[in-house]
């Protein structure tokens, strides 16, 4: 019972000096409030922007894309000892070559721990044609419904209904606007050599369009004809074949290393999203560094604030401090009010300061509009994200108070009642 009376002893005279020193108070709450605002505003702009970036890369590719090894010559047999051997060697030209055994392959990756989604693919390059229109095309033969769990393809349907029945095919937005395309018109695809002959043949097949799609990214929309799977196998010249495996996972940030793995694990080239997209992720790491580097300096300047307050305190209060250690209370009471002044000031600007960066994000997605009257991307602050700001902060209040709180402790008593 006596340590209840104790701290509330010690809470009422915190809190008595903080009101004396209202202007003072009321400053360096409002510089701790905009401390966390800045802090907790830029947390949840680069989360949103991330997020946003990467939904829009992630969103026509998968995160793990298997496909067969590259062709490499041969190497010639090693030259005898003591003999000089010359040669030159042409790189091989590459081939649409079919990932080997992929029906078998699709159960054993559903059953991998980690990975949500598998879609078999053949692609290749073509060209679409409409009476006098000719546009080069990237041909993607898929089955709809695994692969609208790789993209979600059936999200980005900007018209029609996404179906790809035989002689269907869904075409990218801009690639239909060039070709003069509406939903249900018809058009030609043609692919040259079938097979890899190399003997020139062509093959072509008319397509009727069930569906518009929006890919996110307007080189995709301007190139990508979506056909069943058999009908680009037939197309590309690869009769139940495939050229890659597209895989999706539940951690995209694990997407490397389960790669790796698969390296190891089967005889096959394995690229994640980080290794076909190296430069996005550099870029998203810079953000997360400046970010970091940010959130500490406000949070030095929040310190440094709290504890220049806090030391004029102890300076103006030193002879209401010396007639508290005359009464009897010791040096831990003393340290422990200045303490409790950080952390009601580190609470309040916390508080006063997420209040703050909800305002403002609010203005942001408010009033920050595309080219097309929308958001620029969606910005929220998790919860989990605003406690903990909230929480360092307050930390911070506190860890600013020990040096100003040992120096009121230190004070001797009666030379501060003769200040």
């Not at 895989?247 to 994640?272: F, G, I, N």
């Not at 009033?367 to 307050?394: E, H, M, Q, W, Y």
Request: with cysteine.
């Amino acid at each position: 019972m006596n340590w209840r009376r104790w701290l509330g002893f010690e809470w009422r005279v915190a809190v008595k000096f903080l009101r004396e020193g209202r202007s003072q108070t009321l400053l360096i709450i409002l510089g701790v409030a905009a401390g966390v605002a800045v802090v907790a505003y830029i947390s949840a702009l680069i989360t949103g922007l991330q997020a946003s970036t990467l939904a829009k890369t992630l969103g026509a590719q998968g995160h793990i894309t298997l496909r067969s090894l590259d062709d490499v010559v041969l190497s010639a047999a090693a030259p005898e000892p003591g003999s000089t051997h010359l040669a030159e060697v042409q790189p091989r030209a590459q081939r649409l070559r079919s990932v080997i055994n992929w029906q078998l392959l699709l159960p054993v990756l559903e059953a991998t721990p980690g990975i949500t989604a598998v879609s078999p693919m053949v692609s290749g390059a073509g060209l679409a044609l409409r009476g006098e229109a000719v546009q080069s095309m990237a041909l993607l033969g898929v089955d709809l419904d695994r692969y609208d769990r790789i993209v979600g393809l059936r999200g980005k349907v900007v018209s029609g209904t996404a179906r790809l029945g035989p002689g269907e095919a869904i075409v990218g937005r801009e690639l239909a606007h060039d070709l003069g395309l509406r939903l249900g018109d018809r058009f030609s695809v043609q692919t040259a050599s079938a097979g890899g002959t190399g003997s020139g043949a062509t093959v072509t097949e008319v397509l009727r369009v069930t569906a518009l799609v929006d890919l996110g990214v307007k080189d995709l929309n301007e190139r990508t004809v979506i056909a069943p799977l058999r009908t680009a196998q037939s197309l590309l010249g690869l009769p139940g074949g495939v050229t890659q495996v597209d895989m999706r996972v539940s951690d995209v940030w694990q997407a490397s290393a389960m790669a790796r793995e698969l390296r190891q694990r089967y005889p096959l080239k394995a690229e994640s999203w980080q290794e076909n997209n190296a430069q996005l992720v550099s870029a998203l790491n810079a953000q997360s560094v400046s970010t970091a580097i940010i959130r500490g300096v406000v949070m030095v300047v929040v310190v440094l604030g709290i504890a220049s307050v806090l030391v004029v305190s102890v300076v103006q209060k030193r002879h209401e401090i010396g007639i508290l250690r005359a009464m009897g209370a010791t040096r831990r009471q003393v340290l422990r009010v200045f303490l409790f002044q950080g952390l009601l000031v580190g609470s309040l600007g916390s508080a006063a300061g997420l209040l703050l960066a909800v305002a403002m994000i609010w203005l942001f997605t408010t009033f920050v509009r595309g080219s097309d009257g929308l958001p620029l991307f969606a910005i929220t602050l998790p919860l989990a994200t605003g406690l903990n700001v909230a929480l360092v902060a307050t930390v911070c209040g506190v860890i600013a108070a020990i040096a100003p709180a040992r120096r009121a402790a230190a004070l001797d008593p009666a030379q501060a009642i003769r200040l």
